[in-house]
């Protein structure tokens, strides 16, 4: 990766990180395995770099790969959510 690509990364990193944080932190539950998530991803992302053509691209490789894995205990009508106390409907309903 050349010095411009490494750039463009650090650039990236710096603009959305804390989306990515707040995504990672609804995808597990608690800050610390939030972070963990985050970094791996970020480390898969900078390997693949140079294959993203476009900054957008980067995000659905990001937060594409997250949601499309199953996550034990997360989802809608896990019972995890709900002992976390989050509705399992929306309000009102």
């Given at each position: 990766?050349?010095?411009?690509?490494?750039?463009?990364?650090?650039?990236?990193?710096?603009?959305?990180?804390?989306?990515?944080?707040?995504?990672a932190?609804?995808?597990?539950?608690?800050?610390?395995?939030?972070?963990?998530?985050?970094?791996?991803?970020?480390?898969?992302?900078?390997?693949?770099?140079?294959?993203?053509?476009?900054?957008?691209?980067?995000?659905?490789?990001?937060?594409?790969?997250w949601?499309?894995r199953?996550?034990?205990?997360?989802?809608?009508?896990?019972?995890?959510?709900?002992?976390?106390?989050?509705?399992?409907?929306?309000?009102?309903t």
């Amino acid at each position: 990766m050349d010095e411009q690509a490494r750039e463009d990364f650090r650039s990236y990193v710096t603009a959305r990180s804390p989306a990515l944080l707040r995504t990672a932190y609804l995808l597990t539950g608690n800050r610390a395995d939030a972070e963990d998530l985050l970094q791996t991803a970020l480390a898969k992302t900078y390997l693949s770099w140079d294959r993203i053509r476009e900054r957008e691209a980067s995000t659905a490789t990001c937060v594409g790969s997250w949601s499309r894995r199953p996550r034990s205990g997360v989802g809608a009508g896990s019972t995890s959510t709900r002992r976390r106390g989050f509705p399992s409907s929306p309000a009102g309903t």
